[in-house]
């Protein structure tokens, strides 16, 4: 038996790809874009704005907070009121059982909450992701796959630190930090599943 566990990464550093093997390994859910669709369903609101939102949360006005201005108030704060939903939609799945939840701050949240987890954070140095940053966007030059690595990082701090009041792959806020480059997908991957199957 296995337990929850939660994946925060950099963007390139293969997280998606791990959790995607892990969740296969354990024979349990994946949770990532099931968290934007149940959110849409229970908010009321296009899965693509909410993805925009989480983009460029770190990038001054949001996309919610100019519909709001024009939309009579339909929320005070549409942020929190999107947070929350997300939020107990990520503590639903989690008590459906052992899964594996990609980032959305899930470590912060079920740790407030009381449900116990284990919480990795994935990293690796520039040459490593950058490879596979090239893949994602489809280019070859090195100013714009830096840029997206950036922008991306940029994003993902801000939102954790906005909706948690902590720092974005600080170690203290995780049980596993994990090198995939220096380490590779595979060994990241063992070393996941094997502490999750010791702490279960």
Not at 128 to 149: E, F, G, L, P, W
Request: net charge neutral.
């Amino acid at each position: 038996m296995s337990k929850i566990v939660t994946i925060s990464r950099e963007y390139g550093a293969g997280g998606r790809e791990i959790a995607q093997r892990v969740a296969e390994e354990l024979g349990v859910e994946l949770y990532d874009k099931a968290i934007l669709r149940e959110t849409a369903k229970a908010s009321g609101f296009d899965m693509d704005l909410i993805r925009s939102e989480e983009e460029q949360i770190g990038r001054g006005e949001s996309i919610f907070e100019s519909i709001c201005q024009v939309s009579s108030g339909f929320y005070q704060d549409t942020h929190k009121a999107i947070r929350d939903v997300q939020q107990a939609i990520i503590l639903n799945f989690a008590k459906q059982g052992p899964c594996v939840i990609l980032g959305r701050c899930a470590d912060e949240i079920l740790r407030q909450a009381g449900v116990d987890s284990l919480n990795v954070f994935i990293h690796a140095d520039e040459v490593h992701r950058a490879v596979r940053i090239s893949s994602y966007i489809h280019s070859t030059d090195a100013t714009a796959i830096k840029k997206a690595m950036e922008r991306t990082d940029r994003s993902r701090r801000t939102y954790y630190s906005r909706y948690t009041g902590k720092r974005w792959g600080d170690i203290r806020n995780y049980h596993l930090t994990l090198d995939s480059g220096a380490l590779g997908q595979d060994l990241c991957v063992k070393f996941i599943i094997e502490a999750a199957q010791a702490q279960a």
